[in-house]
Each structure stands twice: as structure tokens, then as C-alpha cells.
């Protein structure tokens, strides 16, 4: 993960605060930056340089990209 910050005001009815939002690099291409919410991890754990993986959560039609820490327990 390269940055991120954490959110404390409530902007959407179905997203409570706090929540992170981060930009996170992708190994398979180092130019590659992706805006995402950061899931299973309090905002006091998170740290930038942490390693983190994919998970999709459903929205309707779509399934959207959003990322955890690496190892975390489903």
C-alpha cells in the first residue's frame, strides 16, 4: 500500500466511518496506482509499505476490487 487515509465523516448511508480509503501498487505492474477501500483492519493498524491482498465485495451488478491485509482471516 503507498498511501492512504481514513475517513471520519459519513458520506454514504450504507458506509459507516470510520473507513479507509488507500492507493495501492500492484506488483505485476509498478506504474499501475488503484484507488480502493481498505477492509478487516482498523485504522490504527494500518501502516504504508504494508502488504495487502484483493478481495471483491458484490455491489448490485458489479463486483468491486477492495483490499485487506495480506494473511487476513476471511
Known amino acids: ?22 492507493v495501492v501498487g ?14 478487516e483492519i482498523e485504522p490504527e493498524a494500518v ?5 495487502v491482498e484483493v478481495v471483491f465485495e458484490p455491489a448490485g451488478d458489479v463486483w468491486l476490487p477492495l483490499f485487506r491485509p495480506e494473511g487476513a482471516a476471511i
Open 1 to 22: 500500500m503507498l498511501t492512504y487515509t481514513v475517513n471520519r465523516q459519513q458520506w454514504l448511508p450504507n458506509l459507516p466511518p470510520p473507513y479507509i480509503i488507500a
Open 26 to 39: 500492484l506488483d505485476d505492474d509498478p506504474e499501475l496506482r488503484v484507488s480502493t477501500r481498505l477492509v
Open 47 to 51: 501502516h504504508i509499505g504494508m502488504r
